[in-house]
């Protein structure tokens, strides 16, 4: 017996190596992953409600199927309906010019005026509130550092409902009612489910941070709409892509898609509309704050690995060199130069006009020199450009609301956009209140969302590496592009209310481990269930922590005690 143990052992099938820990690592927590056919890995199908869902509601298969095929566009649109009537309500409230709107506001009214910003009296706000009609827009150009379309945007809404509270937030709070209903749509697209693009929609809809930016006339939140624009355009893009690739693939005699390198290295995809509409969501998001340029850089870099995905995938033995010969071009042309073209565009007003800051400065200052062939306005905005870089990273007074960046997504130091106090029967205050009241707008996300998103990022960059999940890779490179470049200018003055632009792509993040947690497809019965009741447990603490915080987004008079009940930090306050 002794004998023979030892030549047992030496046969190959007598022992089987353990798995590593990276295999394990993989398999932790997910059921064995079904192998899909190559069209289903290029263009994977959506999701369909189980069938009995519909036998247990009692809905016939002919109703189901139209069901199916209208939440598509009607679970978004609901979802957004309910994020517009909590950002328009009382959208006026306070009637104040609260925070940066002292800025932003003042300088879009001008722009939609005379095409330029003004230089605005300091004294000027309260006249503006009290009687904004007898308010002069000034003639002498003000130095501003930022670029026009954020302040376009605003300006619209004061065109439209004047020079008022709520003609300056009022196309801001159109756009984040928008950037609901299009996380809804790219959550869908991206998950390829309608349930869990809806989740992050609604979401975004209960993050306190996005609803009150989305109330207030600040530039950050249209730069966070051409944003999550772009992604969007980026993600039709690469389907309509890998779509083209698989058409183009041959089919075996049982009708079995089959990669060719040929085709897949060889392949030229065309004109791609949906990128170049990318590019200018780019240059706006650019012309919006100058960080719209970490962004496109980020995003230019993750639609080129998403070739080199497709093209693998398809059978392309050397898919780095296919996207180099076949795309690496083409996606610079459609990005780049186009958002570049749509910044310069954006000054339109500032360079037709004569009166603007610097707009004169390379005729009085540097007629002659090496540059002196280029237009006269064009090296004046250059110069502009140089010096607004200048002030911006030098920007290193104190504020009492700065915030580090590694703090933003734990909810460090939010900030107070507005705050006053009135006494019992004043201001909204109950008479029957002993103390004072507080009525402040805080601008700080909905907590729990934040620190489930902090849980949800990790599992993003656990399932991108171990996994390599596109989709986690897509969500970490958007959260990464509006996140990342603030750590490399820690000593300048910067705020918690810059993390808006990837508030979205947290979203997306906190839906897909829900999706997770409810369990993936495979699980049994039992594991859905109690997967289903966990992230619904989740989910309606998530809405109740933003019905709690109502009334510090949204300026509402609370007692005071109740107000300090909502300081949940000491650096709240």
């Not at 930016?213 to 355009?233: E, Y």
Request: some cysteine.
């Amino acid at each position: 017996m002794t004998s023979t143990a030892p030549q047992a052992l030496q046969g190959t099938d007598a022992v089987e190596e353990p798995p590593s820990w990276q295999q394990r690592l993989r398999r932790f927590g997910h059921a064995p992953r079904p192998v899909p056919g190559l069209r289903e890995r290029l263009v994977p199908p959506y999701n369909r409600p189980s069938g009995r869902l519909w036998s247990v509601l009692g809905v016939p298969p002919a109703a189901a199927r139209t069901a199916e095929r209208a939440s598509a566009w009607g679970g978004p649109l609901l979802v957004a309906l309910v994020a517009g009537l909590l950002r328009f309500w009382k959208l006026g409230s306070p009637k104040a010019v609260i925070f940066d709107e002292t800025y932003y506001a003042k300088d879009a009214w001008a722009l939609v005026n005379q095409g330029y910003e003004g230089s605005w009296p300091k004294d000027i706000d309260k006249s503006i509130l009290s009687d904004p009609n007898a308010v002069t827009v000034p003639v002498e150009p003000g130095y501003v550092v930022h670029p026009p379309v954020g302040k376009w945007v605003i300006g619209l809404g004061e065109q439209l409902f004047g020079f008022t509270p709520f003609g300056w937030r009022f196309m801001v709070a159109v756009l984040g009612t928008l950037s609901v209903l299009m996380l809804c749509r790219i959550g869908r697209r991206l998950f390829r489910s309608t349930f869990l693009g809806c989740l992050a929609g609604a979401l975004l809809a209960a993050d306190g941070l996005h609803f009150v930016m989305s109330r207030t006339a600040l530039l950050d939140l249209p730069l966070m709409f051409f944003v999550l624009a772009a992604f969007g355009c980026l993600l039709i893009d690469r389907d309509r892509a890998r779509r083209r690739l698989a058409a183009a693939l041959p089919v075996d005699e049982e009708g079995v898609l089959r990669p060719d390198a040929g085709v897949a290295e060889n392949l030229r995809l065309g004109l791609r509309p949906w990128r170049i509409a990318a590019g200018v969501m780019l240059g706006l998001a650019f012309a919006t704050k100058w960080n719209g340029l970490y962004i496109l850089a980020a995003f230019g870099l993750m639609t080129v690995l998403w070739d080199v995905g497709a093209r693998r995938t398809a059978g392309a033995m050397r898919p780095y060199r296919a996207v180099l010969r076949r795309d690496l071009l083409p996606a610079f042309v459609s990005t780049v130069p186009v958002a570049i073209g749509t910044y310069v565009a954006s000054w339109t007003g500032w360079i037709v006009t004569d009166k603007g800051y610097f707009r004169d400065w390379a005729q009085k200052e540097s007629p002659g020199g090496a540059w002196s062939w280029l237009p006269d306005w064009l090296r004046s905005l250059w110069h502009y450009e140089t010096e607004v870089y200048n002030f911006h990273v030098n920007l290193t007074s104190g504020h009492t609301y700065q915030s580090n960046p590694w703090s933003w997504i734990v909810l460090g130091r939010p900030v107070s956009y507005f705050y006053e106090d009135p006494a019992a029967g004043q201001d909204g205050c109950p008479a029957t209140t002993v103390d004072k009241c507080a009525r402040e707008v805080l601008a700080i996300g909905t907590p729990l969302l934040w620190w489930a998103g902090c849980f949800a990022l990790l599992y993003v960059l656990w399932r991108w590496a171990f996994r390599r999940d596109w989709r986690a890779g897509a969500i970490a490179c958007g959260v990464a592009a509006g996140w990342v470049p603030w750590f490399f200018y820690q000593e300048r003055t910067i705020f918690l209310f810059y993390a808006v632009v990837f508030v979205p792509f947290l979203c997306l993040a906190v839906a897909m481990m829900i999706g997770a947690i409810v369990g993936p497809p495979g699980s049994d019965e039992r594991r859905r269930t109690i997967g289903a009741v966990g992230a619904g447990v989740l989910v309606l603490l998530i809405i109740w922590n933003f019905i709690y915080f109502w009334p510090v987004y949204t300026g509402q008079s609370i007692p005071m005690d109740e107000w300090r009940n909502r300081m949940w930090l000491d650096t709240w306050v």
